[in-house]
């Protein structure tokens, strides 16, 4: 055996299968032509940014429109960053938003697919295998270099302007013998595994990524970690193994990993292997109110950016993923406008129409999105949703809507189903606000009047009314009936007679309504009065005209 061979089985002597074993084991997969594998390779870090979800999706919809694969991955390599159920959050967060995974972990410890494992802390001695490999080839090598020694030269390279890092002159063990690295072990040191770097200062690199177009940087020259002091890999060398193993082919990924691209296309090529396409997603942004530019959706400043924010708001999955890709491609939203009822699915989604400098990520235009995709869902979906909702985030709201069902769904079946439903819900949070009045547990009671007319003027509108209310009229004869009796009580009989000649009446039938709306909700602005009164029913009508007639001609004005 030659130096290259011992140092090899030196410093793994546990691992007899080669990588021909696991080329073997982990077959190229049997796709139609231009079927894509994408992956969501997230760190169990107990959160999710809504940046990854993105991500997450780009990658569903990549693998989806080609036929191909997409799976989920989880890189727990930095243990430092790891918490407790990390990878069930991961799962149940996609679940939620439903973005469904062909293969990889799909609980805590459990995962699908045939090229697994699909947990980068099970996968340690396939990393090694690939780097005894390289060993063997003069590849990599141990290091023994102590912190102290980094940061030394770390400040020097500091000083002299030179690249940071250990590469060259300063890669001090790029060349040791087996001999010193064998007396080296058998005393207790410890050592990280290092590519021998074949990178030159004068070359360059370039690839065409998928939504940045072509990208060309100085060829890596960097004696990368390729294991750790504990024998786990480093990112970079774990998405190489894993990406060619798996067999990505498009690897979809923030774009805070370009600048490490050169390093990862050098793996590729000293392993043998075939490099993915990339595609780099640059991070989300938002108008920043404070200096009127953008900033990248900041996990630390904005509670949006964490996609729990979303579950707990109670904005439907489909709503958030129907924003989602509005910001994606932006011809989305035309698609949407020409094709309202046609499946997301329909759509053909396109990397190279994402944003190169990032989306922007606005609240204000989720909930118009969300709002859309609540108005065209039936009472009964409203209910079903709100109502799943509330059971985990508002017990009274819980409490109220399943009391009596039928009373519910017919509170969230007013100006529904028609041509121009209203959008009053954006997201289930909304619902408490929005059908307070109809449930004594949740209303204030408070009254909200107009200026005008008058109070006295308002008790005769009321009084009035409670005689002539009819709960059988139908929706067509209602307000007729209204206007009569406003035309009766000296009202013009519409807004544009009034305004004619207003010192003739006492205001417009306009304002009448407004006095029966405010009496019988509170409010000034609702839904379609008569619906409201029909799912009251007459007796609440009555009672809540009483009341409003005790309020307003009592002192408490
Ligand atoms: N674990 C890496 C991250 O969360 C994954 C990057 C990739 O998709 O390759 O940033």
């Known amino acids: ?57 780009i990658g569903r919809r990549t693998a ?33 938003f439903n973005i469904d995974i062909d293969e990889g972990m799909v609980s805590e410890t459990e995962s699908r697919g045939a090229y697994g494992p699909y947990i980068q802390s099970k996968r340690t001695p396939i990393y090694q295998s690939y780097v005894k490999e390289l060993v063997k080839k003069g590849l990599a090598y141990p290091c023994f270099m102590t912190e102290d020694e980094i940061s030394i030269i770390r400040e020097k390279q500091e000083h002299e302007k030179k690249l940071p890092g250990i590469y060259g002159e300063y890669a001090k063990y790029r060349n040791i013998s087996y001999g010193e690295a064998k007396r080296r072990i058998e005393a207790g040191e410890e050592y990280v595994v290092r590519l021998h770097s074949p990178g030159r200062e004068e070359n360059r690199v370039s690839f065409d990524d998928s939504i940045k177009g072509r990208i060309e940087m100085p060829e890596n020259i960097l004696d990368v970690v390729l294991l750790k002091k504990d024998g786990t890999p480093t990112y970079h060398f774990a998405h190489a193994v894993d990406d060619h193993l798996m067999r ?10 370009i600048s490490s691209a050169p390093i990862h296309l050098q793996l590729f090529e000293v392993l043998g292997f075939k490099a993915p396409r990339y595609a780099h997603i640059a991070p989300l942004q938002k108008e920043d109110g404070e200096t009127g530019g953008k900033r990248k959706l900041s996990k630390r400043k904005d509670p949006e950016a964490a996609v729990e924010y979303y579950k707990k708001a109670g904005y439907p999955a489909e709503a958030v993923i129907e924003y989602l890709l509005t910001i994606a491609n932006s011809n989305y939203e035309e698609w949407r406008l020409a094709n309202p009822e046609a499946e997301q699915s329909e759509f053909e989604f396109s ?13 204000a235009k989720l909930n118009d999105v969300s709002k859309n995709y609540i108005c065209r869902l039936s009472a ?19 409490a109220c809507l399943t009391d009596d069902e039928e009373y519910a769904k017919a509170v969230f079946s007013i100006e529904r189903g028609n041509e121009k439903p209203r959008k009053d819900i954006a997201k289930w949070e909304d619902v408490e606000n929005y059908v307070a009045y109809f449930y004594e547990e949740l209303w204030d009671g408070k009254l909200d009047f107009a200026d005008s007319p008058s109070r006295d003027d308002m008790i005769e509108i009321i009084e009035t009314y409670k005689e002539r209310y009819n709960e059988n009229d139908s929706a067509e004869d209602w307000f007729p009936h209204l206007r009569e009796m406003a035309v009766e009580l000296g009202y013009a009989k519409a807004p544009k007679v009034y305004k004619k000649n207003p010192e003739e009446y006492k205001g417009h039938v306009g304002d009448v309504a407004g006095v029966i709306r405010a009496a019988v909700t509170g409010r000034r602005n609702t839904p379609d009065l008569y619906e409201i009164m029909q799912t009251l029913g007459v007796d609440e009508v009555m009672r809540r005209l009483n009341r409003a007639v005790a309020y307003l001609a009592g002192d408490e004005k």
């Open 1 to 57: 055996m030659d130096d290259k061979q011992n140092m090899a089985e030196l410093l793994f002597p546990h691992i007899t299968k080669t990588p021909a074993d696991y080329e073997t084991e982990y077959p190229e997969r049997k796709l139609a032509d231009g079927a894509k594998v994408t992956r969501f390779a997230p760190s169990p870090t107990g959160f999710l940014h809504m940046g990854s979800l993105f991500a997450a999706l």
């Open 64 to 96: 989806s429109d080609s036929d191909g694969v997409f799976y989920l991955r989880i890189e727990d390599t930095d243990k430092k960053r790891e918490v407790k159920n990390g990878v069930s959050q991961l799962v149940e967060g996609l679940k939620a």
């Open 248 to 257: 990505t082919t498009d690897v979809i990924r923030g774009d805070e990993w």
């Open 351 to 363: 990397l190279s129409k994402m944003s190169k400098a990032g989306a922007l990520f606005d609240l």
């Open 380 to 398: 009964e979906e409203v209910y079903d949703l709100a109502a799943e909702w509330a059971k985990e985030y508002n017990e009274k709201l819980y």
